[in-house]
């Protein structure tokens, strides 16, 4: 590596990030100290009101709400991961495996969450299909729960946790299961205390990659829960655009972006920066 | 690959793919069947095709939202492919001050929940008294593009080493003639990659787009997200099916073209 033009090269890239990425999120530090303004915005004197707001029990519902259903999703989405992550590992057929995971991956965010309307929905297939069986009489309301956007949460960020998985599975040494067991281990136990433990730093890395978006989550819950089933992003966008309490829609959005950042530090002290380079494969 | 013999006719960890790969299709040929059915209700009436025909004939709010969206995504991507490329450049072959800094603040965008990145912008634009509409939709989708253009066209950076750069610079080629003829034709596919994820993403997005996004700038999954609030519409369901052909498509030819500027 050479001293050059190096910072030529890299500014417009620098400033643009700099302008359009970390001022913004400077901007929603300093806007959760101050108080709301009249007409949305915010005004003077500085306040640590929007934190207290987070704290009172109406909001606390809304942050326990989301971690329950952020975990849920994330375990879910492991559980049913992993065991996919390992036969994709061990298939002699790897890029059509991967293809069959990915493929329906590419259609739109939106149409996967209308799929998932259009099978559920009081008129959907599901309804359809329990009439036609004459299983039910009325409807059966499917959507608009807790249950429904976990859901379409594991759904919509399964390949987010498969993905990682397979990449480390994948380097994992099989030798070493069949050892396990040709010392008297059960299969069960040789993937327990043989393969886990080698791939910690795989499922760390499918756990963020899904925790932290469905922690985030906005259309999801806003187009297939109801009410009692908002999470924080929703809360963020009705004080944005409904109650329009700024002070607070930034606090909100400074937790989340607080909860990322630790997040991403453990992992990166746990598998160094390559591991994030696996995100862009869904593309 | 080694296929190990303790895999046996019944396999856990197959039965859970399989019964996964079913799950993750289903939702799609739900709306595929459902395309097709006469019925603007959920129940199966008949065999129709009037919801393509109306798809294709009588929907130009929906046809505006796509040109919105071809305008966003092709020129959002532009602009992060050449300034993720350039900076990609600079940060793989050469030493200076904020290196590091570069590297960090381009994971961070990837991995922060969309909606903080929609939001922030949110306030941005309007703490700037910025009007929002297409062009703070293009600035968002270059800031979240330009992350993913970096690191494509990284990757294919490290594959080289510096000596090719300094043959061309002993050989009399200014900095220009070097980047020109020289790292740019080494790059293309990575370059082409970064380019082609950066319109897929962001014709794809909308949390972030639904924030930045103003009077007159629908783009196509904002379109589809205001139809859907008034329930299950067949022709999204027709769009639905036109959109997945298309990403196959486009999926499909992507990687011949890929593929064939790799071999050259």
């Known amino acids: ?283 | 690959m080694k296929k190990p013999d303790f895999i046996k006719a019944f396999s856990f960890s197959r039965t859970v793919y399989a019964v996964t790969i079913m799950f993750l299709f289903m939702p799609l040929l739900v709306l595929v069947l459902y395309s097709f059915n006469e019925s603007r209700s959920g129940s199966w009436t008949g065999f129709s095709l009037r919801w393509y025909v109306k798809l294709f004939t009588d929907s130009s709010d929906l046809w505006r939202a796509f040109g919105n969206s071809a305008i966003v995504a092709l020129s959002s991507a532009l602009v992060a492919t050449v300034i993720g490329t350039l900076g990609a450049v600079g940060v793989n072959w050469y030493r200076f001050r904020l290196r590091g800094c570069l590297r960090t603040i381009t994971f961070l965008p990837m991995i922060l929940p969309e909606i903080i990145i929609g939001v922030s912008l949110l306030v941005f634009f309007s703490g700037l008294g910025i009007r929002l509409g297409l062009f703070t939709v293009f600035v968002a989708h270059v800031s979240f593009n330009l992350p993913f253009v970096f690191l494509l066209v990284l990757a294919r950076l490290e594959e080289f080493d510096f000596s090719i750069i300094e043959a061309s610079r002993d050989l009399g080629a200014t900095e220009l003639q070097t980047l020109w003829r020289v790292i740019l034709p080494l790059t293309m596919p990575g370059i082409m990659s970064g380019f082609l994820t950066a319109v897929t993403l962001s014709l794809e997005d909308f949390v972030i787009t639904f924030f930045v996004t103003g009077p007159g700038a629908t783009t196509l999954p904002l379109y589809v997200y205001s139809a859907i609030r008034f329930g299950v519409s067949p022709v999204i369901n027709a769009l639905s099916v036109v959109m997945i052909l298309g990403t196959v498509v486009l999926a499909w030819s992507m990687r011949r073209f890929l593929k064939n500027i790799a071999a050259k």
């Open chain 1, 1 to 283: 590596m050479r001293r050059g033009p190096g910072l030529a090269y890299a500014s417009p890239s620098l400033l643009w990030l700099t302008f359009f990425f970390i001022a913004p999120l400077l901007i929603i530090v300093l806007y959760s100290f101050l108080t709301p303004g009249q007409r949305g915005g915010v005004d003077l004197p500085f306040t640590l009101n929007a934190y207290r707001a987070i704290a009172n029990p109406s909001f606390g519902k809304v942050v326990v709400g989301t971690i329950a259903v952020a975990l849920a999703a994330t375990f879910f989405t492991l559980l049913i991961a992993l065991p996919c992550g390992y036969y994709m590992a061990r298939s002699s057929k790897q890029t059509l495996l991967l293809l069959l995971v990915i493929i329906p991956f590419w259609t739109n965010f939106l149409i996967r969450i209308y799929a998932w309307i259009a099978i559920l929905g009081n008129e959907g297939f599901l309804n359809d299909l329990l009439r036609w069986l004459g299983l039910a009489e009325e409807s059966v309301r499917f959507l608009y729960n807790r249950a429904a956007v976990t859901l379409v949460l594991v759904y919509t960020y399964l390949p987010y946790a498969i993905l990682p998985l397979f990449s480390t599975i994948d380097k994992f040494d099989f030798s070493l299961l069949e050892a396990a067991r040709d010392l008297g281990a059960t299969k069960f136990m040789a993937i327990r205390k043989v393969l886990l433990p080698n791939i910690r730093a795989g499922i760390f890395t499918a756990f963020l990659f899904t925790f932290i978006p469905i922690f985030g989550a906005y259309a999801v819950p806003l187009l297939v829960g109801g009410t009692n089933s908002y999470m924080l992003g929703n809360l963020i966008a009705d004080e944005l655009t409904k109650s329009r309490n700024w002070p607070l829609a930034s606090a909100i959005s400074l937790v989340i972006t607080l909860v990322t950042t630790i997040g991403v530090m453990l992992l990166l002290r746990f598998n160094g920066t390559h591991i994030l380079e696996k995100k862009h494969e869904k593309a």
